[in-house]
């Protein structure tokens, strides 16, 4: 690259002068240092964000062997974790997710599952009233909510759990059937049965992972925090490959594990693992 070299006399301080050499470039030799510098820019977010994914493989394949093999009453669940990078921001955002969960309520449930009902302004009244007074236990749940906007979670939670709220709702049986019946639910009954058998739910499995991660009323069985310490002993060596590829342009120095791309509206429809989970566990 050829250049010119000028010397420029400064002025003078305290009677003595002195020389500044100032290093100039000609037009295309300064429109070549522009593309470079824009490429290692290129190439320095794109880097950052191969790290994240490889960073985040090596999470997903520890988890995965740390898992217990029933959280929630889901078999394997850690075997449904994936990678997703979610486009269509200023910088993309790399995260781990799991399909959510649906399942129907059964008998079974009476005995240690809690429900919550979220609803919207167009969502059915009685479901509207059912909402005020969450959480219900299955069992004492009056009848199937439904209708627009009405979405119902289920909570795997202890016997005794199950028992301090079904006391609670009970408490104000006469109070909720009147609002019910104000409400259009004529007949609606609060007590004992299986009237809630069939209802679709959401399974809060997010819930249970960082009630076994933790050994809330339940053994703990740490996964996720071993595997962010997997994650932070490899960053040494994940930094180097990002310098390699800033330097080469090559994403083969990275190991990149299978991923999906999304956009930032598909994101609803995972589970929000990342977001429960990583809060507790230290990942954020």
Known sequence: MASKFKPRAMSKVGGAGSLTPQLTLPRKGADDLNEIRFEW??????????????????MVEAIQKLAPDDVGGVKDYAKGLKVAVVRGQS????????EKVKRELTESDNEDTVVYIKTTERSPKP?????????WPAALLPFQPTGSGVTVVSRQVSRSE??????????????????????????????????????EVQEDLAFSVLRREFGIADKSEPHWRPAIKAVQGQM?????????????????????????S??????????????????ASGLK
């Open 41 to 58: 820019r290129k190439r320095l977010k794109r880097g950052s964000e191969l790290l994240t994914i490889e960073a985040m493989g090596i």
């Open 162 to 199: 199950v028992a301090r709220v079904s006391a609670r709702i009970l408490s104000k049986k006469a109070s909720i059937e009147a609002e019910l019946n104000r409400a259009g639910a004529r007949g609606a009954k609060v007590e004992r049965g299986n009237n809630a058998k069939g209802t």
């Open 236 to 260: 040494r060596q994940l930094g180097k490959k990002l310098v390699e590829y800033v330097m080469t342009g090559d994403e083969g120095v990275f190991s990149l594990p299978s991923y999906v």
């Open 91 to 98: 910088d993309p955002v790399v995260l781990i997710f799991l």
């Open 262 to 279: 999304v956009s930032a509206s598909e994101v609803t429809t995972f589970e929000p693992f990342q977001t429960k989970i990583a809060n």
């Open 127 to 135: 479901a509207r009233v059912l909402q005020s007074y969450q959480p």
